[in-house]
């Protein structure tokens, strides 16, 4: 096994891990994204039926069904998101958060999420712009808000903007620079630098708590949010 096989592997673990999931990796906030998908949650009721498509290991609310393509905590069903095992028209939400740059074919994923979609449900799409790769288990690609739009050219948008903001994109970037730079070539001494470098400067991070109300924002943003609805024709 290379060392990037032994890499991927224990990064699999952590990311299962509640504890070490937490600290490995510096936690970029994206508090208008998380407003809004709160606020609909809470509007739709304890009895909507609410798909958290890519879920990972967290809980938004107790009934919400959380879908993965792995086994791990808090998952309720585990299936591969361009082939949803649900009938038509049954869900009233789907949240999408951090998923579409991991998969092949997004279009088919969208095309999936439309099919489940009740009348007017809610699409809640957030996908990085300026961000380093990160691998889950692939990454493929990156959108921009017109590429985002596009993309979901089948709904009628809601609001869609920057959820993670420019400083974010900028350290980032930074701190994987420094991991590089001083690694020489070792990717387990590139990863603890950065989380190290990441970590000492992330305070410079909450400037984007006022970058995030500039209209602009999105132009370098690490990350950007789609809410639309399904057209009832």
């Not at 808090?74 to 998969?103: Q, S, T, Y």
């Not at 009740?118 to 288990?137: E, K, L, T």
């Not at 990863?191 to 984007?208: A, M, Q």
């Not at 950007?224 to 057209?231: A, D, R, S, V």
Request: with cysteine; hydrophobic share 40%.
């Amino acid at each position: 096994m290379s060392h990037s096989d032994k890499f991927i592997k224990f990064k699999r673990y952590v990311s299962q891990n509640r504890f070490l999931s937490k600290i490995s990796s510096c936690p970029y906030r994206s508090p208008i994204w998380d407003k809004r998908v709160a606020e609909i949650i809470k509007n739709l009721g304890s009895e909507a039926n609410v798909l958290d498509l890519g879920s990972g290991i967290r809980r938004r609310a107790k009934h919400i069904i959380n879908l993965e393509i792995d086994v791990l905590p808090n998952v309720d069903i585990v299936a591969d998101g361009h082939n949803l095992p649900f009938k038509d028209a049954v869900f009233d939400a789907v949240i999408i958060e951090a998923v579409l740059e991991h998969v092949k074919d997004p279009k088919r994923i969208i095309s999936e999420v439309k099919r489940i979609l009740r009348p007017s449900g809610y699409i809640c799409v957030a996908i990085p712009f300026m961000q380093g790769y990160h691998a889950s288990p692939t990454d493929y690609q990156r959108y921009t808000i017109d590429g985002l739009n596009e993309l979901l050219s089948d709904f009628e948008m809601v609001e869609c903007g920057s959820c993670v903001g420019p400083t974010s994109a900028l350290h980032w970037i930074f701190r994987e620079y420094v991991g590089i730079l001083f690694s020489f070539g070792n990717i387990w001494l590139y990863k603890i630098i950065s989380l190290f470098i990441g970590w000492l400067t992330f305070p410079f991070v909450y400037l984007d708590y006022i970058l995030l109300n500039y209209k602009n924002s999105h132009n370098i943003a690490s990350a950007i949010y789609f809410i639309g609805k399904n057209h009832t024709f």
